[in-house]
T-cell receptor, first 110, second 114 residues
């Protein structure tokens, strides 16, 4: 089942913060985050495994709440380079394929 | 530099024609994947392969076929049975699929109908 992402789209000014959410109706084993710029390949950001861990990647971090079956991606002090579509992918077990959400379009303006 | 190469970048298909999209990787990855991307729908899995000479259908395999004769190569054929082939096609690869390894994507092929 495809995960749900919110918001669908967000516009930020440089320096503002954003949160992108990814939720599933099923129990999750892991959550994967990718960013894709228009017409380009998706680029891997991070993977979170069940256990409620939080990971960081420069000013981009994420949390995973397995009880709530959701993950959140935090972008702090946004930069123009953060613009793109953010996808979460989820796995119910280690044997499942990754199922990607519909994406959240993020635009950072000066 | 290691990576995934998809070709061609743009492809046009005539009615009733089969077309083949190329995907080559030199990352020594075991698993390879094909995704279709339509606006607002994210990435949908067409086929995947975890080992040479073996592959499995994804969620939208109808109208597509693949082969995995070499570890480095995973070509996708869009057959005439696929009535709505216009989309952005992405190939990806990763280490063993169950190890929660990240997927590395190619730059994609944009397929359109003439």
């Amino acid at each position: 089942q495809q995960p749900v992402q919110s918001p669908q789209a967000v516009i930020l000014r440089e320096g503002e913060d954003a949160v992108i959410n990814c939720s599933s109706s099923k129990a999750l084993y892991s959550v994967h985050w990718y960013r894709q710029k228009h017409g380009e390949a998706p680029v891997f950001l991070m993977i979170l495994l069940k256990g409620g861990e939080q990971k960081g990647h420069d000013k981009i971090s994420a949390s995973f709440n397995e009880k709530k079956q959701q993950s959140s991606l935090y972008l702090t002090a946004s930069q123009l380079s953060y613009s793109g579509t953010y996808f979460c992918g989820t796995r119910g077990t280690s044997y499942d394929k990754v199922i990607f959400g519909p994406g959240t379009s993020l635009s950072v303006i000066p | 530099d290691g990576g995934i190469t998809q070709s061609p970048k743009y492809l046009f298909r005539k009615e009733g024609q089969n077309v083949t999209l190329s995907c080559e990787q030199n990352l020594n990855h075991d698993a390879m994947y094909w995704y279709r991307q339509d606006p607002g729908q994210g990435l949908r899995l067409i086929y995947y392969s975890q080992i040479v000479n073996d592959f499995q259908k994804g969620d939208i395999a109808e109208g597509y076929s693949v082969s995995r004769e070499k570890k480095e190569s995973f070509p996708l054929t869009v057959t005439s049975a696929q009535k709505n082939p216009t989309a952005f096609y992405l190939c990806a690869s990763s280490l063993l699929d169950r190890a929660n390894q990240p997927q590395h994507f190619g730059d994609g092929t944009r397929l359109s109908i003439l």
